[in-house]
T-cell receptor
Framework: KQEVTQIPAALSVPEGENLVLNCSFT??????LQWFRQDPGKGLTSLLL?????REQTSGRLNASLDKSSGRSTLYIAASQPGDSATYLC???????????FGKGTSLLVTP | DAGVIQSPRHEVTEMGQEVTLRCKPI?????LFWYRQTMMRGLELLIY????????DSGMPEDRFSAKMPNASFSTLKIQPSEPRDSAVYFC??????????????FGPGTRLTVL
């Protein structure tokens, strides 16, 4: 079964800092990886989807990279803002189909 | 598009009662997923459908849980009878693989279920 691990579990940074969130997965035979944001008591918002043929994807201040061979992905957030405070979840499809396996998330707090 | 729609947003019920959760996927999406989120176990798949057909229900906890997708625009998740350990947030998501779709999954706002 595909296992997804996210490090760190929680992170607190002052506004303006650049930061990196890490995600690792056990089965490298994936065809995509998706990063989500979840605000407290809310649903999941898709941030970035990286196909297996891609090395990275960018959206605004967010950049996600994918290294299939090592089973790792990183989400880079530039010039963090208090509005970035949320839980960030990494997910990869299961071995048997299209359902997603999620990490436990990284809870990010950006302080003014 | 309005995105994935779920109802109700909150449900409080007593142990033993039947609970029905509803989902309307994004129009044109051919995959529909039901996930459950708890503090202890995080997000886990319950079941998913492709073109209204159940493909993988290995995550359904037990026979008390059932899911249907009678047409492309509606799905239900039913729990009968409900138990306190079913308390969680239930999410519905949809995606598309056909015609250049990427299988990027889009989630609804979730239903927060509390079983007393």
């Amino acid at each position: 079964k595909q296992e997804v691990t996210q490090i760190p579990a929680a992170l607190s940074v002052p506004e303006g800092e650049n930061l990196v969130l890490n995600c690792s997965f056990t089965d490298s035979a994936i065809y995509n990886l998706q990063w989500f944001r979840q605000d407290p008591g809310k649903g999941l918002t898709s941030l970035l989807l990286i196909q297996s043929s891609q090395r990275e994807q960018t959206s605004g201040r967010l950049n996600a990279s994918l290294d299939k061979s090592s089973g790792r992905s990183t989400l880079y957030i530039a010039a963090s803002q208090p509005g970035d405070s949320a839980t960030y979840l990494c997910a990869v499809p299961s071995n048997s189909g299209y359902a997603l396996n999620f990490g436990k998330g990284t809870s990010l707090l950006v302080t003014p | 598009d309005a995105g994935v729609i779920q109802s109700p947003r909150h449900e409080v019920t007593e142990m033993g009662q039947e609970v029905t959760l509803r989902c309307k996927p994004i129009s044109g999406h051919d995959y529909l997923f039901w996930y459950r989120q708890t503090m202890m176990r995080g997000l886990e798949l319950l079941i998913y459908f492709n073109n209204n057909v159940p493909i993988d229900d290995s995550g359904m906890p037990e026979d008390r849980f059932s899911a249907k997708m009678p047409n492309a625009s509606f799905s239900t998740l039913k729990i009968q009878p409900s138990e306190p350990r079913d308390s969680a947030v239930y999410f519905c998501a949809s995606s598309s693989l056909g015609q250049g779709g990427s299988n990027e999954q889009f989630f609804g706002p979730g239903t927060r279920l509390t079983v007393l």
